[in-house]
């Protein structure tokens, strides 16, 4: 059979509104065109994200009623702990509520003033921990990894001779390698594992540990077995632990890849600095055996970890951005290209040309999805990025618009919708106009500022 479907059928539903599109006008006028504003209510299909936001199974839920809530030696942290060393045979495994915690114990250990740390790309909360710390974060991905047109296989890889100087030149001022899988600041493009093992190996001569921010592994894995030579034999989990053997930590968000609401974990191998971590988890999360969760959702995350790698469901994950990117390529809207592991991101930049970067073209493309189709998603460009820290103004790298399917949640009829969405902001995309931005907050302004149409 030609059709890759669903491999799941549905047995609980949640309704979702139809609004009309005066409705919808009004609405993005009170909230000052900020999708960050909107009640969730009243949007139609939700791609704000897919951290926390995809749809348990009934295996989940089971497990749910399964967690034991005891404090301390909790069997449901056993078997969450089994699951995770199932995959990633780290010796420590410390639960934290969510990704940015674990994030924020690694560089509580590792940052501070005048360290350096080098990834393929930092998440902005990977960034934002680093630079709590005193520290400063480096992407050094691979040049096609800036490109959204070229095809490179692996556009997340790191490029290995950039990392090379940098260790050369930063020396003792690098206190660990990072690198991030999938590359979500670059387009959800995955890493290869040739690479992965390139990374720890420079890594490692260097004398440097090397912890790799795991949130889409499964995804990451199911590229390489797709697209890597020689991998096309080998099963998602051995894929995985191959990725986790030459690295000496993680951090992850289970709200990714553990099909999780909430959860994450760091993982490391070297006893003193599991040691120091468990100190930081039990002072801001929680004992070593819950860390930031409750039991119920250590045995959900538990479960979650075994449905993940499995082949049908990443085969349907990945096909669904790959068949919205094909029509929308199709339609000659500019997309990044090859489609990547949770999101389809479109170069707003470059469809509406006629919009200059510092009036947000990526903010006119997202409020005329929900204007038009109910549709929400995010601006990635001048209006997240662009506020300097002396206050002024500058046109961020590029503007995308990045469509984030939560997992296991919307269906074909749903992808089809939101390629007619684009159709419809085709015809419309001459008239769209810039905004400017009418009030805004020093830091991270992008959840929070109002926007005013020009
Ligand atoms: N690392 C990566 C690569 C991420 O994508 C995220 C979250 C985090 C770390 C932080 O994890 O949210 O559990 O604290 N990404 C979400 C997104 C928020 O929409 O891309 P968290």
């Known amino acids: 059979m030609k059709t890759i479907i669903e491999p799941f059928r549905i047995k609980s539903v949640e309704p979702i509104r139809l609004t009309s599109r005066p409705e919808r006008e009004r609405k993005l006028a009170e909230v000052g065109y900020n999708l960050f504003g909107l009640p969730s209510d009243d949007v139609l299909i939700d791609l704000l994200t897919d951290s926390g936001t995809g749809a348990m199974s009934s295996?989940?839920?089971?497990?749910?009623?399964?967690?034991?809530?005891?404090?301390a030696g909790s069997p449901s942290f056993t078997r969450f702990e089994a699951a995770v060393k199932n995959l990633m045979p780290f010796k420590h495994v410390i639960p934290t509520h969510q990704g940015r915690a674990a994030e924020a114990i690694l560089f509580s250990i590792f940052g501070g003033a005048g360290k350096c740390i080098p990834s393929n790309t930092h998440f902005d909360t990977t960034r934002g921990n680093i630079e709590a710390s005193g520290a400063q974060g480096d992407d050094l991905v691979i040049a096609e990894g800036k490109d959204p047109q070229s095809l490179h296989p692996f556009k997340g890889n790191m490029d290995l001779a950039k990392l090379e100087a940098y260790l050369q030149e930063h020396g003792d001022a690098v206190p660990v390698v990072m690198l991030t899988i999938t590359n979500?600041?670059?387009?959800?493009?995955?890493?290869?594992?040739?690479?992965?093992?390139?990374?720890?190996?420079?890594?490692?001569?260097f004398g440097k540990p090397f912890v790799i921010d795991g949130c889409r592994f499964a995804e990451n894995a199911w590229f390489i077995k797709e697209r890597e030579e020689g991998q096309q034999e080998r099963t998602i989990p051995e894929i995985v632990r191959d990725c986790f053997a030459v690295a000496d930590g993680m951090t992850m968000s289970a709200k990714k890849d553990a099909f999780g609401n909430i959860g994450g974990w760091l993982a490391l191998n070297d006893d003193d600095l599991a040691e120091q971590a468990r100190g930081h988890l039990i002072r801001t999360e929680g004992f070593p055996t819950y860390g930031g969760l409750a039991g119920r959702d250590l045995d959900a995350l538990a479960q979650g970890l075994s449905?993940?790698?499995?082949?049908?469901?990443?085969?349907?994950?990945?096909?669904?951005?790959?068949?919205?990117?094909?029509?929308?390529?199709?339609?000659?809207?500019?997309?990044v290209k090859p489609a990547g592991g949770h999101a389809v991101f479109i170069d707003a930049r470059a469809w509406l040309s006629h919009i200059p970067p510092l009036e947000y073209p990526?903010?006119?493309?997202?409020?005329?999805?929900?204007?038009?189709?109910?549709?929400?998603?995010?601006?990635?460009?001048?209006?997240?990025?662009?506020?300097?820290?002396?206050?002024?103004?500058?046109?961020?790298?590029?503007?995308?618009?990045r469509l984030a399917f939560p997992r296991r949640t919307y269906t074909q009829s749903h992808a089809d919708y939101i390629v007619e969405a684009f159709e419809e902001v085709a015809a419309a995309k001459d008239s769209l106009r810039g905004y400017k931005i009418v009030k805004e907050p020093k830091l991270m302004r992008h959840f929070t500022c109002r926007f005013a149409k020009l």
């Not at 295996?59 to 404090?71: F, P, T």
């Not at 959800?188 to 190996?201: T, Y």
């Not at 006119?364 to 820290?389: D, H, K, N, W």
């Open 59 to 71: 295996h989940q839920w089971a497990a749910v009623m399964r967690g034991d809530e005891s404090y």
């Open 184 to 205: 979500n600041a670059g387009g959800g493009q995955p890493v290869s594992l040739e690479n992965i093992r390139g990374v720890a190996a420079l890594a490692h001569r």
């Open 362 to 401: 990526g903010q006119a493309l997202a409020v005329a999805l929900y204007e038009i189709a109910g549709i929400r998603s995010c601006e990635i460009g001048t209006a997240m990025f662009g506020r300097q820290p002396d206050g002024s103004e500058k046109p961020a790298a590029m503007d995308l618009v």
């Open 307 to 335: 449905e993940i790698v499995e082949e049908d469901y990443l085969r349907y994950r990945i096909r669904t951005n790959e068949y919205i990117v094909e029509r929308l390529d199709a339609m000659g809207i500019p997309v």
